[in-house]
């Protein structure tokens, strides 16, 4: 089974993507499973808005779109009460982005969300980039203060801080990389191959609608792997994550 | 096609940015496989450490297919001869240009010592392509800053600022007559987004080749291929792939 562990539904700032236009990628691919978060605007500030959206998406999706939820932190107890009311919707996961919500990933305002995700049980997806409040290392110690939830580092620190990618994962062994953008001859192979960190560790992405999802499922279809591990990567770990 | 953006791999330095090592025989090899007829290769081993014997290598790597291979040499701004080297690499040594990478050579684009190894890289019609998209030292608010500098030297922004600056290097190539942009490593939407709004002229294309585990360079041949899912057109493919870098390579000459 394939399952994409990211995906935003909606419009951005340069890109949109609808729930008929991914089903049809996804039947394309032969992908089965994609988790939907709500797009740029929804992410940073309507979370009400994204969250029906994307729990409308799934529920007409007959199992094949799994929601995300979202709130801004710097809302306080309403965004904790925005993911609970998410959860009651269908939620299975919390989405966040530091750089489109504005907060910094050590300053303690997510920490009450992260309280949420952990009662729910849900795994949480950050993003990760080369700003300076969504690098991969603050990200694993933010991971080490919740040791039951799984984190997934949303594009591994694509590009320059692919290189904290395997630090971060080794400091956090509740920290999952993902997939999306990083070639399987120069990135992911370094990361397979470390004994601490290995394929079980990474979950593929497409990050839709800001790629091109057939060159992002192509590159870890290509990748050297046992089949094994390519399903756990390809599925088989965020399956388990999600319960 | 040219590649604009491909570097050699790394024969003196301990370099983590790895790879597998490869002779040129290979990497033209590896260009037939990806579509590609002319490639502009960078250093390597000078982003770590800038010395002329880096330099010789380069030239001795791209001289083994002249038709195929344009190379771009590197200093670091703090040596006092590195003007004398630009004018070596550019004159003795047959190089193109200039490749700078601020954050791993460790030096600002405001300092004044790249003042005159800029002026030596004008004076022999040398292009300078540098890294950008990466804060602190790499931004191309900071790129431009040179460029403007010297405004007879073509400057350009060798990864179209990667993910998290990139409508900054498009805002800056638009206002910024001799800043050029590579799409190297830059998300799809943001390339598409760049073709659409930059100077039709101005936008090149490169695959980051020569950093692979295997000779193949297989994640490059796959950014060639990816270009067929950006949604562009065939008249921004072209002028990215073929026209642009033609006519900024036969400049000044």
């Not at chain 1, 839709?208 to 399903?231: I, K």
Request: glycine fraction near 10%.
């Amino acid at each position: 089974m394939i399952v994409d562990a990211h995906v935003r539904l909606g419009w951005g700032r340069e890109v949109e993507l609808s729930a008929w236009r991914l089903i049809g990628t996804m039947d394309e691919l032969g992908i089965d499973k994609a988790l939907v978060a709500p797009g740029e605007r929804c992410l940073a500030y309507d979370n009400r808005e994204g969250n029906e959206l994307v729990s409308r998406a799934a529920a007409a999706s007959g199992g094949r779109l799994i929601p995300y939820a979202v709130a801004n932190p710097w809302r306080g107890p309403d965004a904790v009460d925005e993911l609970r009311r998410a959860r009651d919707g269908g939620a299975r996961a919390l989405a966040v982005d530091s750089v489109l919500q504005g907060f910094d990933l050590l300053d303690g305002l997510i920490d009450p969300l992260l309280e949420v995700a952990a009662e729910a049980g849900w795994p949480v997806y950050v993003r990760t980039g080369t700003p300076p409040s969504a690098l991969p290392m603050p990200l694993a110690s933010l991971a080490r203060r919740y040791p039951q939830t799984p984190f997934i580092m949303g594009r591994s620190g694509a590009t320059d801080f692919w290189i904290d990618a395997a630090p971060a994962l080794r400091y956090a062994p509740n920290l999952y990389g993902d997939t999306c953008y990083a070639p399987w001859d120069t990135v992911l192979n370094e990361l397979g191959r470390d004994p601490e960190i290995g394929p079980s560790r990474l979950v593929f992405s497409t990050d839709a609608p800001y790629t091109v999802p057939a060159a992002e499922l192509r590159r870890v279809q290509d990748w050297p792997l046992d089949e094994h591990a390519r399903g756990e990567v390809l599925g088989g770990t965020l399956l388990r994550l999600l319960g | 096609m040219i590649d604009f953006h491909t570097h050699t791999p790394s024969w003196r330095t301990k370099s983590w940015l790895g790879g597998v090592p490869f002779g040129a025989d290979e990497f033209v090899a590896f260009m037939d496989s990806a579509g590609i007829e002319h490639a502009l290769v960078l250093s390597h081993d000078g982003l770590f450490d800038a010395t002329p014997e880096t330099n010789d290598d380069l030239a001795a790597f791209v001289a083994r297919h002249p038709d195929r291979l344009t190379g771009f040499g590197t200093v670091h701004p703090r040596k006092p001869d590195a003007a004398d080297e630009v004018d070596r690499m550019l004159g003795r040594l047959g190089l193109r240009g200039l490749k700078l990478h601020p954050w791993l050579q460790g030096f600002s684009m405001h300092e004044l010592a790249l003042d005159p190894i800029c002026e030596a890289l004008a004076a022999r019609g040398g292009i300078l392509l540098s890294h950008d998209g990466t804060p602190p030292y790499s931004t191309a608010g900071q790129i431009a800053a040179l460029a403007r500098r010297h405004p007879t030297l073509p400057v350009v922004l060798g990864h179209g600022g990667l993910h998290d600056t990139w409508r900054e290097s498009l805002a800056l190539t638009v206002e910024t007559d001799n800043l050029y942009l590579c799409i190297c490593g830059t998300p799809p939407y943001a390339a598409r987004e760049i073709l659409a709004r930059a100077p039709g002229h101005k936008v090149l294309f490169g695959t980051d080749a020569g950093l692979s585990d295997r000779k193949s360079q297989d994640y490059a041949v796959a950014r060639v291929a990816e270009i067929d899912g950006w949604g562009i057109t065939d008249a921004q493919r072209r002028a990215m792939l073929v026209d642009n870098p033609r006519a900024l390579l036969a400049a000044d000459r």
